[in-house]
């Protein structure tokens, strides 16, 4: 059964400083890994999808690379703002039909 | 930008009772799904749906539950007789593909039951 991690669980920097979220995993078998973001008491907004074949993908600030054979992904974001304080979350996608094992996300506060 | 959406945005019902959580998917999305976030918990899996039929479900998704797209357009979640521990945020999501597909979520149902 997968079990998805995510240290730390909260995250305090200053603003304009580039960050790395951490995310494992238990089953190197997974078919993709997805980045999430959310904000307090809404819903989650698709960051990254990295399939299993690939190794990283990029969006604006936001880069997720995928190590499967450590099992790990990491969610690296470049030049925070304040406007990035949220939860973020990582979710693997199994092998039958795309059900998500999430993690417990990492908390993040930007301080202006 | 296409959006799942999800009502009611928030729901009190009293235990025992029936309650219905609608969703509309992307129009063009083949795959549906509901997942649940007890407060202060991880975002858990219940359901995928294709094809008009669950395609997987979890331990969490019991008798109690059920899935029905009656249209062409919604998705709904039916809890039979709710129970304390139903409390929680309810998420509909849906992808175009299955395996390698992007999951979209909805904004959340939240449910009380008293």
């Known amino acids: 059964k997968q079990e998805v991690t995510q240290i730390p669980a909260a995250l305090s920097v200053p603003e304009g400083e580039n960050l790395v979220l951490n995310c494992s995993f238990t089953d190197s078998a997974i078919y993709n890994l997805q980045w999430f973001r959310q904000d307090p008491g809404k819903g989650l907004t698709s960051l990254l999808l990295i399939q299993s074949s690939q190794r990283e993908q990029t969006s604006g600030r936001l880069n997720a690379s995928l190590d499967k054979s450590s099992g790990r992904s990491t969610l690296y974001i470049a030049a925070s703002q304040p406007g990035d304080s949220a939860t973020y979350l990582c979710?693997?996608?199994?092998?039958?039909?795309?059900?998500?094992?999430f993690g417990g996300g990492t908390r993040l506060m930007v301080k202006p | 930008e296409p959006e799942v959406t999800q009502t009611p945005s928030h729901q009190v019902t009293q235990m025992g009772q029936e309650v219905i959580l609608r969703c509309v998917p992307i129009?063009?999305?083949?795959?549906f799904y509901w997942y649940r976030q007890i407060l202060g918990q991880k975002v858990e899996f219940l359901v995928s749906?294709?094809?008009?039929?669950?395609?997987?479900k979890s331990e969490i998704f019991d008798d109690q539950f059920s899935v029905e797209r009656p249209d062409g357009s919604n998705f709904t979640l039916k809890i039979r007789s709710t129970k304390l521990e139903d409390s929680a945020m309810y998420f509909c999501?849906?992808?175009?593909?299955?395996?390698?597909?992007?999951?979209?979520f909805g904004e959340g149902s939240r449910l009380t039951v008293l």
């Open positions: 129009s063009n999305h083949l795959y």
């Open positions: 999501a849906s992808s175009r593909l299955s395996n390698t597909g992007e999951l979209f």
């Open positions: 749906f294709y094809n008009n039929e669950i395609s997987e």
């Open positions: 979710a693997g996608g199994n092998n039958a039909g795309n059900m998500l094992t």
